[in-house]
Nanobody
Framework: QVQLVESGGGLVQAGGSLRLSCAASGSTSSINAIGWYRQAPGKQREFVAAISSGGSTNYAESVKGRFGISRDNIKNTVYLQMNSLKPEDTAVYYC?????????WGKGTLVTVSS
């Protein structure tokens, strides 16, 4: 079992920055990959970024060059640095941990980008 708790969401103006955190606990050594998804109002949940246990990163095209994912293995925390935010980045951001074939989810943190 893996537990995930997100933090760092909030209201920011377009062009601003936020850093999200995801604190993982439980069987963290079993995690194959950990990352972020988001769900905007009326839309399906979509992939944002992920980092594998080996350190490889992957990003959605819509956030490449603006968002950066990193992790602190000592703190068992993953970060999503979001720069140059746009109103279309407004969504609930969910932390996701994959322990194949199981997906674990946090409860989400709301990011609102005003124009």
């Amino acid at each position: 079992q893996v537990q995930l708790v997100e933090s760092g969401g909030g209201l920011v103006q377009a062009g601003g920055s936020l850093r999200l955190s995801c604190a993982a606990s439980g069987s963290t050594s079993s995690i194959n990959a950990i990352g972020w998804y988001r769900q905007a109002p009326g839309k399906q949940r979509e992939f944002v970024a992920a980092i594998s246990s080996g350190g490889s990163t992957n990003y959605a095209e819509s956030v490449k060059g603006r968002f950066g994912i990193s992790r602190d293995n000592i703190k068992n925390t993953v970060y999503l640095q979001m720069n140059s935010l746009k109103p279309e980045d407004t969504a609930v951001y969910y932390c996701n941990a994959k322990v194949f074939p199981v997906n674990y989810w946090g409860k989400g943190t709301l990011v609102t980008v005003s124009s």
